[in-house]
């Protein structure tokens, strides 16, 4: 069966009404995500940029930096990748998204009303799903072969050194798709209770996802009223 | 060394055989890179591996290990077949116009004389026809078919280039290479250097592998020149030391002999050590044999030695063997002679060959007694480690004492090196814990046996009543005190000869040097040739001035070197019979009409004339020995002898087992084994990351060569299914050990009489005490076999056989 | 102050002397651009190793723990003279010894190759190391790590094209020959070539030392060693520790000692054009959302959704659903 609608996505009427989109657990994941990446990312900067290699201080010192930035790595992992489990499913491409992807220029410009009526989410949110999953193997592979402490004996130099370059490049990737991400969410607005209430508005959810909206109603998926 | 370590850098070939100088004596090699780099001297070796040494030699040849008198021999062969031989020194330095008694032959391998029974020659047919003036009779003309040359040339004829392989396993192009390239040097300006070591020594006819190459190199006139010689490299810093004051059973200090029970009293100890001049004219320096005789009796027993008691010749000690040598003390241990035994420095668990009867001999003992800076195995052997020293404790009943000493780092005194040199050296450090120098331990051991003769008598208590003990502090002689004793002083005033109102030394001090000494019982001298040593002029050994006019390599404000500060012996030989110098590019000495001037001390006296004195004044005739006569006991010739467990039979005779004359206990023949149950030819050396048994307790030693090993060709590896790095087990017919296998291309089998040889190495650096991993050592295979004259133990040539394994239990 | 030392061999003084390598002395330094100029020009200096006169005592190898103060296990025999098997955090140099046929006689020649840092003139460990000082190189050749700034990334691995720096697993910093920088600041040559016997290591300024391999090279042209030559190699600039080998055109057989080393061209992208590129994809990013931002409203949900969302979630859906989709 084509799934629209997650399990937890459930309607509650009031005023207004808003409509559950992620549950506690899958809110606690994308946090625990977002912070380790965001701690990935000035600790893998600092050790990437010499200019930004202050950030280390945010650490504990190069040292500390040096031992943590993989920890977190395989954090981030675990925690992504039960995200992943959750979400994979939702962001499977369909047929709309290449109308989506046609309208770029309009979705871009904020021009809503020309896209079709999408489903839970849309082409540049599964871009994202999917790009942050890709990378992130990328990163825990490649990390592990450059995780001097534990795994360096298993590889040949040359290797590592390829490894490290892979790294270098999967870490710009990523830092770009999570600025999109991010500037994403703010500039589509209402969108980041969706991450924090757990829950969007109903309208929200009808200019964005309306399928999905749809979808909820016509299985009476109906919780508590808030 | 008959040179010094410095000296080779004059020398144009390095013959590197019987011994790894790169591994064993890497410091004192730097002088042949020096040779090499300089003056663009070439490099040989002739080993059974291709060895450190090898891996920087201009040409390398492989050799059956016990097989060095062959292939030295064909040598001489080579040269004396296509005239490369240095003549005049030849003619002239050398015995060869000596005519030899009719009854002396060589066939079958065996010279006249030999008997069976005994093991022994009759060897009164090896010696010179006398002549009515009571010289020995020459041809100067070499026409003589007795003199010596011709019986040599004879002698060494069989020793063909094709021979040489049969016997040695070295092809015949290599062979023939290394004969050419050393045949250059009979030029009278090109020398070659022999370094050698323990490869040579330690055979049952070791002493003859030296005499082979000694004799080589008088023919093409290279002892007493600079960059040639005989030079033997000791192993122990101080090993020359022990010799040369007599730490062996048959010798007092500076070769001085220990009387035999037939020697009854002084003079008939004398009778035998005139000396006399064999040719006229010559100096034969060993008339002064009464001397430094009187002398060291004087030093031991001062006012007790006297004229008219022999000069306390009945202290002495009589032999009533020829020598109690290591394996003949172990012998008598293990058959439950010995109650108690001192083991002063050294490991004989590990350094004895066939461990078991070591083991088992300590084990009978009531007391044992060691002194060393370090563990060691010996002080442990009745503990049980497993495999590594599968021992019943509660078996034995022996007491050990363990003595804890100093390092050579914690304490003062003089190490004499393989070039002579005594070199003094300061305490560096404090011992730690409870370690006492030697000395201390020594005086409180004699102090008080002193104590319990006075108390108690005995059967004859003199000599310990009587020793003298003039020291500063009797509890422990201090290092000064006893150079001053070895060196040696006046006991009255000694007067010119000439000029009876000359006092050349005064009562009380020290002489000059040992031709001061006199044998009337004026003077004490601890070891003759020692004497110079330290003098009125002070410390000599303490000198550090390296001046080196001219670059010679002499070094004479350098220490100092026995006799006399002499740092190349024979050096008289480096001119010709005019007194010029057979290179002049190389003077050591020259004659200026008058006297002997040049870089070294002369080793004659300074006004002989040079055609009329010869330059080996230690020898009766004044001339060195390619005949040596009776003077030992396997041969006036060096001759090829197998090794006691050999792969192949001796070529000359089949029957004969190893050197005729090696003594043999009779409880160790069972022990030999053959080839038919042990097929390959083992060796043992040394490694340059361990000295001895010792760094195995550094870990920074062990880290460098952690893991007891054998090497094996890749050959036999694959013929036995050896993994490299896997463990394999080696045994003889006396032991087994297991070892981690490397397998090299370094060690190539041989093919020797047809048969194809495969050769085993076995370093020596491992134990069961130290901080290197458990291991075992090559002593525990080795057959108990003694050199002929000497009785080192043979630890190079033996047989074993070898498979794969798995590694040994820590407990058993 | 005095220059670099001119050898190995003389002896210290016996009064306490203070460094001659300090922060002015600096040429490059790790992980950071801006570097005053340093305040002299010290005479280069270089170490030589003479394989062909070497043989393999290891003496520098203890010389080198002695002054170091390292402690190298002691481990096992797996079928090789090679103790250490390979450089440790505690073993900075490491003979290491090869049987080699040589095709041309058929000769077996043992080479022995003492390891350890070659000391480049473009040091690949500098180069690839993001810890700011770290990595310092001396005017006079010397690359040093700097323990105290070291992170332990590794990175240093990478960019060595010789292999030669090791991670310590206790305190995670890097280890290497540091050419006894702290002996040669005080006019002492390293330790290694002062213990060497035969003196196959030899010590002083790099003019002095190719003029050294010169002869050493004439020498073994003369004993039949037609390409002996001077291993010195340019794809690093040049180093400060130099060969002189029998067999000089081809390197790769004493241990894998290689033919051409240069830092790895993975190695130079990945400190090179990643960086920038990488700079200026992140900055496109993030200067186009901003752009964006400034430039395009806010995607805010109006009334009309709103009321048209009430309005659905009030009819319960009545409206017909859009037709069933397929997956694309």
């Not at chain 1, 994308?30 to 010499?50: D, E």
Request: aromatic share 10%.
């Amino acid at each position: 069966m084509v799934e629209r609608v997650q399990p937890g996505d459930t309607l509650h009427p009031g005023r207004p009404s808003t409509v559950g989109r992620y549950g506690i657990g899958a809110r606690i994941n994308h946090w625990v995500t977002a912070f380790s990446l965001i701690l990935l990312v000035l600790s893998g900067l600092a050790l990437f940029y010499p200019s930004l290699f202050f950030l280390t201080g945010l650490f504990g010192g190069g040292q500390n930096t040096r031992a943590v930035h993989p920890w977190i790595g395989v954090l981030l992992f675990i925690s992504f990748f039960i995200l992943f489990a959750q979400l994979w499913k939702a962001n499977l491409p369909r047929r709309d998204d290449r109308v989506w992807l046609s309208k770029i220029k309009d979705v871009i410009a904020g021009h809503e009303e020309n896209l079709p009526e999408l489903g839970k989410y849309n082409a540049g949110q599964k871009f994202i799903f999917w790009g942050m999953s890709f990378l992130i193997l990328v990163l825990i592979g490649s990390g592990l072969l450059i995780w001097e402490q534990y795994f360096a004996p298993y590889s040949s130099i040359p290797t590592r050194r390829v490894a490290v370059l892979v790294h270098a490049i999967a870490a710009v990737l990523i830092i770009c798709v999570f600025i999109l991400h991010v500037y994403a969410a703010f500039w589509t607005r209402g969108t980041l209770r969706a991450m924090t209430r757990g829950s969007v508005t109903a309208g929200w959810a009808w200019r964005h996802h309306r399928k999905w909206l749809r979808e909820i109603v016509g299985q009476r998926k109906i919780g508590p009223a808030e | 060394m008959t040179n010094a370590w410095t000296d080779i850098k004059n020398t144009d070939l390095v013959v590197v055989m019987g011994g790894n100088a790169a591994e064993a004596h890497p410091c004192g090699f730097k002088w042949v890179t020096e040779a090499k780099a300089q003056r663009g001297a070439k490099l040989i070796v002739v080993d059974p591996r291709y060895t450190r040494t090898a891996s920087v030699a201009d040409f390398y040849a492989p050799i059956r290990q016990g097989t060095d008198i062959a292939f030295l021999l064909g040598v001489i062969n080579y040269c004396i077949k296509n005239d490369k031989v240095q003549w005049e020194y030849t003619k002239a330095f050398t015995n060869a116009s000596y005519i030899v008694k009719d009854g002396y032959a060589y066939s079958d391998g065996l010279f006249t004389g030999y008997d069976e029974e005994k093991r022994d020659y009759d060897r009164s047919s090896w010696d010179y026809v006398m002549g009515e003036d009571g010289f020995a009779v020459t041809d100067p003309t070499l026409q003589h078919p007795r003199c010596v040359w011709n019986l040599l040339k004879e002698h060494v004829s069989a020793y063909t280039p094709e021979m040489v392989e049969r016997i040695c396993g070295t092809p015949r192009d290599k062979f023939l290479r290394v004969a050419q390239m050393i045949s250059e040097c009979s030029s009278p300006t090109k020398t070659m250097t022999s370094m050698y070591a323990l490869g040579w020594t330690q055979h049952s006819h070791g002493a003859q592998n030296i005499r082979a190459m000694a004799m080589l190199q008088l023919i093409l006139g290279n002892i007493g020149v600079r960059g040639g010689g005989m030079n033997a490299l000791r192993g122990h810093s101080n090993i020359q030391g022990l010799t040369d004051l007599g730490l062996m059973s048959h010798l007092l200090t500076g070769y001085l002999n220990m009387p035999t029970e037939k020697e009854t009293d002084f003079e008939t100890y004398m009778s035998s050590r005139q000396f006399r001049p064999l040719r006229p004219g010559q100096t034969s320096y060993w008339q002064n044999y009464r001397k430094f005789m009187v002398s060291f009796q004087k030093s031991m027993w001062g006012d007790a030695a006297r004229a008219d008691n022999g000069w306390a010749y009945d202290y002495l000690p009589k032999l009533d063997v020829p020598a109690y040598d290591v394996l003949r003390v172990f012998e008598l241990m293990n058959s439950g002679r010995v109650n108690g035994y001192i083991c002063q420095g050294f490991n004989p668990v590990l350094a004895f060959p066939n461990r078991g009867k070591v083991t088992s001999a300590l084990s009978k003992l009531k007391f044992l007694i060691t002194m060393d800076p370090l563990e060691t195995e010996t002080a442990r052997f009745w503990e049980n480690h497993g495999e590594y020293n599968d021992i019943a404790t509660r078996s034995i009943n022996t007491e050990v004492f363990q003595l804890p000493t100093t390092c050579f780092a914690e304490e003062e005194g003089s190490l004499t090196n393989s070039g002579r040199w005594l070199q003094w050296h300061w305490q560096g450090g404090s011992p730690p814990g409870e370690a006492k120098h030697d000395t201390w331990i020594m005086a409180q051991i004699f102090l008080r046996i002193r104590e319990l003769y006075r108390k108690e008598g005995g059967p004859f208590p003199d000599p310990i009543l009587n020793l003298s003990w003039n020291y500063h502090d009797p509890n422990e002689p201090e290092p000064e005190e006893l150079a001053k004793e070895i060196n040696g002083r006046a006991l009255t005033d000694l007067r010119d000869p000439a000029d009876p109102n000359r006092v050349l030394v005064p009562a009380g001090k020290l002489v000059t040097n040992f031709s001061q000494l006199r044998d009337d019982g004026s003077t004490a001298c601890g070891c003759w040739i020692y004497s110079g040593c330290f003098n009125e002029a002070g410390n000599n050994m303490a000198r550090r001035d390296n001046h080196d006019p001219d670059d010679t390599g002499a070094y004479l404000g350098w220490t100092f070197a026995w006799p006399l500060n002499r740092r190349t012996l024979y050096n008289r030989a480096s001119a010709d019979l005019q007194g010029k110098p057979w290179d002049p590019s190389r003077k050591l000495l020259e004659w200026d009409g008058t006297k002997w001037t040049g870089y070294d001390v002369p080793d004659i006296a300074p006004n002989a004339r040079p055609d009329q004195v010869m330059p080996f004044i230690m020898n009766q005739e004044g001339v060195s020995r390619l005949f040596s006569r009776g003077l030992m006991r396997d041969g006036p010739f060096p001759s090829h002898m197998e090794p006691f467990e050999s792969p192949v039979a001796n070529v000359f005779n089949p029957r004969m087992r190893g050197n005729p004359v090696a003594r043999i206990f009779q409880s160790d023949v069972a022990q030999f084994g053959t080839s038919d149950e042990f097929p390959f030819a083992a060796t043992s050396y040394r490694l340059t990351e361990h000295f001895h048994y010792w760094t195995k307790h550094n870990r920074v030693n062990a880290a460098l060569q952690p893991e007891f090993f054998v090497e094996i060709s890749e050959e036999l590896a694959a013929l036995r299914g050896v993994v490299n790095g896997g463990w394999v087990r080696v045994w003889s017919k006396r032991g087994s050990v297991k070892a981690k296998a490397v397998v090299t291309k370094r060690i190539r089998p041989l093919t020797c009489d047809g048969k194809v040889v495969h050769v085993v190495g076995i370093p020596l650096h491992w134990g069961f005490v130290g901080a290197a991993k458990k291991g075992f050592g090559p002593n525990s295979l080795s057959p108990f076999v003694g050199e002929a004259n000497i009785e080192t133990p043979s630890y190079k040539a033996f047989l074993v056989n070898l498979e794969p394994t798995t590694a040994p239990g820590v407990q058993s | 102050m005095s220059d670099s030392p001119r050898t190995a061999v003389s002896n210290p003084p016996v009064q306490p002397m203070a460094s001659n390598l300090g922060q002015g002395d600096l040429i490059r330094r790790s992980a950071t651009d801006e570097l005053p100029p340093p305040q002299r020009q010290l005479t280069p200096v270089a170490k030589l190793i003479d394989v062909s006169k070497c043989i393999g005592c290891k003496a520098c190898q203890s010389a080198c723990v002695e002054w170091n103060d390292t402690t190298p296990a002691v481990g096992e025999n797996v079928g090789a003279y090679t103790n250490p098997h390979d450089l440790t955090e505690n073993m900075f140099t490491l003979m290491r010894f090869t049987e080699w046929v040589n095709p041309s006689t058929d000769n077996l020649e043992w080479l022995i190759r003492k390891d350890g840092c070659m000391h480049c003139a473009d040091p690949g460990c500098l180069k690839a190391c993001p810890a700011p000082g770290a990595i310092v190189q001396y005017t006079n050749g010397i690359v040093d790590f700097i323990h105290e700034n070291c992170i332990g990334c590794g990175y240093c691995v990478k960019g060595c094209p010789f292999n030669i720096p090791r991670i310590s697993k206790a305190d995670h910093r890097a280890y290497k020959c540091t050419l006894c920088s702290d002996r040669v600041a005080v006019g002492q040559g390293p330790a290694c070539a002062k213990a060497c016997p035969t003196q196959a290591i030899v010590f002083g300024t790099k003019e002095d030392m190719k003029r050294h391999a010169e002869g050493r090279i004439a020498d073994l042209k003369s004993r039949g060693y037609a390409n002996a030559g001077l291993y010195d190699p340019p794809g690093v600039g040049g180093t400060h520790v130099m060969y002189v080998l029998h067999h000089n055109d081809q390197p790769h057989i004493y241990a894998g000692l290689p033919d051409d080393p240069k830092i790895s061209a993975v190695v130079q992208t990945w400190k090179g054009l990643t960086k920038y590129v990488g700079l200026a994809a992140m900055g496109f990013m993030a200067a186009g959302s901003l752009i964006h931002g400034v430039f395009t409203r806010p995607n805010r949900v109006s009334r009309e959704d709103e009321e048209n969302a009430e309005k659905l979630v009030k009819t319960g859906g009545a409206e017909p659903p859009p037709p069933a989709e397929e997956r694309a």
